[in-house]
């Protein structure tokens, strides 16, 4: 590493696994951690509670995740709506929806965040907030810890949950995503947009100057929807329009449901690091979780779920290495291993049906009746949404993981 001033504040501290980022990810490995009894550290650069940019949809087996994570309980307190529907539309009006078995969550993520910290605390877990890190400590190839302008923290195992543009991937690592690999989103809130097919739809709509992508009007908590535009950042750079104006684009497209509402706080945007980018998400020492590992479904941009799913495969493996006194090669393979078959797999698969798709959109093909009628089938089949909860699936792929929160 390289050698920092230390500042009058700085605090320095150890714990047998120390956490980057207060995210869902960061919290879910630390809920599992301090659960099993371990000294673990959470330490984020913000101040709790702080908001956080996305369009705050939580999936039903999200949901069921907070739950195993002994946080619903806290979560269901904050503000939030119930998503039973969804509906694709397309760019002639054309609209397919789908009902969810159990229901997803629209919750702000201010609050959804605060909950998990929470809960975090209540099991054991030390939160360290306001100091952010800069960068690994390494001995040799081996992470053990990690130190920013007002932090030096030494730890057995380090995970890494600090999101886009992690530390973990700063040299030697990879660096940060880009292109095919990376998504692009702008967001917003509205008051008093009208939902005429029903207040508890998700909507979203492909259209044609969202090329791998899409823009969406997620059902109002307290009367405030969240709003925006996602598409592939390889695509968005061959648009060569601004993201702001892509918004306002789809904003006048959808003029009708925004008649008599109101902006409510500032245009927000932020990057998806997509999976599965084919970069290591364990060194020695070390884990990455969540959007640092770039966990992000390629084609939803959905990466709550991935965070909760990850951080809790890696609270597991950082608790076993604890016991195992260190984390050692096998456990490393098997983090690598649970996260390619419950994140890497799915997400290659949900990059081909965006592949298909956008041939459909790109042709129009949308407007024949037989495509009409494979896109329905296909939509409401749940089988390809890994991150929405049918629990024949699940207890299936439990079964066959061995991984339990
Ligand atoms: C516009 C937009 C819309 C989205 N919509 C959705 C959606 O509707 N549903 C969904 O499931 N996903 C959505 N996503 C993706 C989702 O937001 C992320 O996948 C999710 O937040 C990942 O969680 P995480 O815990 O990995 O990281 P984060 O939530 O990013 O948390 C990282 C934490 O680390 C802290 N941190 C960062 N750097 C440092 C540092 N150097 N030192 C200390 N602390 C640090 C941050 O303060 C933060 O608390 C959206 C993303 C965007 C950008």
């Given at each position: 590493?390289?050698?920092?001033?230390p500042?009058p504040?700085e605090?320095?501290?150890s714990?047998e696994?120390?956490?980057?980022?207060g995210g869902?990810?960061?919290f879910?490995?630390?809920?599992?951690?301090?659960?099993?009894?371990?000294?673990?550290?959470?330490?984020?650069?913000?101040?709790?509670?702080?908001?956080?940019?996305?369009?705050?949809a939580?999936?039903?087996?999200?949901?069921?995740l907070?739950?195993?994570l002994?946080a619903?309980e806290?979560?269901?307190?904050?503000?939030?709506?119930?998503?039973?529907?969804?509906?694709a539309v397309?760019?002639?009006?054309?609209?397919?929806?789908?009902?969810?078995?159990?229901p997803?969550?629209?919750?702000?993520?201010?609050d959804l965040d605060?909950?998990?910290r929470r809960?975090?605390?209540a099991a054991?877990?030390?939160?360290?907030?306001?100091r952010r890190v800069?960068?690994?400590v390494?001995?040799?190839?081996t992470?053990?810890g990690?130190?920013g302008?007002s932090?030096?923290?030494?730890a057995r195992v380090?995970?890494?949950?600090?999101?886009?543009?992690?530390v973990?991937?700063?040299?030697p690592g990879?660096?940060?995503?880009?292109?095919r690999?990376l998504?692009v989103?702008?967001?917003?809130?509205?008051?008093?947009?009208s939902f005429p097919?029903g207040a508890?739809?998700?909507?979203?709509?492909?259209?044609?100057d969202?090329p791998?992508?899409y823009?969406?009007i997620?059902?109002?908590?307290?009367?405030?929807?969240?709003?925006?535009v996602f598409?592939r950042?390889d695509?968005y750079?061959?648009?060569?329009?601004r993201l702001?104006?892509?918004l306002d684009a789809?904003?006048a497209?959808h003029?009708?449901?925004?008649?008599?509402?109101?902006?409510v706080?500032?245009?927000?945007a932020?990057?998806?690091?997509l999976?599965?980018?084919?970069v290591?998400?364990?060194?020695?020492g070390?884990?990455?979780?969540?959007?640092?590992?770039?966990?992000?479904?390629?084609?939803?941009?959905?990466?709550i779920?991935q965070?909760?799913?990850?951080g809790?495969?890696?609270g597991?493996?950082?608790r076993?290495?604890?016991?195992?006194?260190?984390l050692?090669?096998?456990?490393?393979e098997?983090?690598?291993?649970e996260?390619?078959?419950?994140?890497?797999?799915?997400s290659?698969?949900k990059?081909?049906v965006?592949?298909?798709l956008?041939l459909?959109?790109?042709?129009r093909?949308?407007?024949?009746?037989?495509?009409?009628?494979?896109?329905?089938?296909?939509?409401?089949?749940q089988s390809?949404?890994?991150t929405?909860?049918?629990?024949g699936?699940?207890d299936?792929?439990s079964?066959?993981s061995?991984?339990?929160?």
């Amino acid at each position: 590493m390289t050698s920092q001033a230390p500042s009058p504040d700085e605090l320095s501290g150890s714990s047998e696994v120390a956490i980057v980022g207060g995210g869902p990810a960061g919290f879910a490995a630390g809920i599992v951690l301090a659960r099993a009894g371990i000294d673990v550290a959470v330490i984020d650069g913000a101040t709790f509670p702080r908001d956080k940019t996305c369009g705050d949809a939580l999936s039903n087996d999200a949901v069921r995740l907070l739950a195993e994570l002994g946080a619903r309980e806290e979560a269901d307190r904050a503000p939030h709506a119930v998503v039973d529907r969804a509906a694709a539309v397309f760019p002639d009006g054309t609209r397919i929806e789908r009902s969810y078995g159990e229901p997803g969550w629209i919750v702000s993520r201010r609050d959804l965040d605060d909950a998990l910290r929470r809960t975090f605390e209540a099991a054991g877990g030390r939160f360290v907030e306001g100091r952010r890190v800069a960068e690994l400590v390494r001995d040799g190839e081996t992470v053990t810890g990690f130190a920013g302008p007002s932090i030096a923290w030494s730890a057995r195992v380090v995970v890494a949950a600090d999101g886009y543009g992690s530390v973990a991937l700063d040299p030697p690592g990879p660096g940060p995503a880009r292109g095919r690999w990376l998504g692009v989103s702008a967001t917003e809130y509205w008051r008093g947009v009208s939902f005429p097919f029903g207040a508890g739809t998700c909507d979203h709509f492909f259209e044609d100057d969202l090329p791998l992508g899409y823009g969406w009007i997620f059902p109002s908590v307290a009367g405030v929807s969240n709003v925006g535009v996602f598409l592939r950042a390889d695509a968005y750079e061959r648009q060569g329009r601004r993201l702001s104006d892509l918004l306002d684009a789809f904003l006048a497209r959808h003029a009708d449901r925004f008649r008599g509402a109101e902006r409510v706080g500032r245009r927000r945007a932020w990057s998806l690091p997509l999976a599965p980018r084919p970069v290591p998400v364990t060194a020695p020492g070390l884990l990455v979780a969540g959007d640092a590992a770039g966990f992000v479904d390629p084609f939803t941009g959905e990466g709550i779920w991935q965070a909760l799913r990850s951080g809790i495969a890696a609270g597991e493996t950082a608790r076993d290495a604890v016991r195992a006194g260190g984390l050692g090669p096998s456990l490393r393979e098997r983090y690598e291993a649970e996260c390619a078959r419950a994140i890497g797999a799915p997400s290659r698969r949900k990059a081909q049906v965006q592949r298909a798709l956008d041939l459909v959109l790109r042709g129009r093909l949308y407007r024949l009746a037989p495509v009409r009628a494979a896109l329905r089938m296909g939509y409401q089949r749940q089988s390809v949404d890994h991150t929405k909860s049918d629990p024949g699936r699940r207890d299936r792929a439990s079964a066959r993981s061995g991984i339990h929160a």
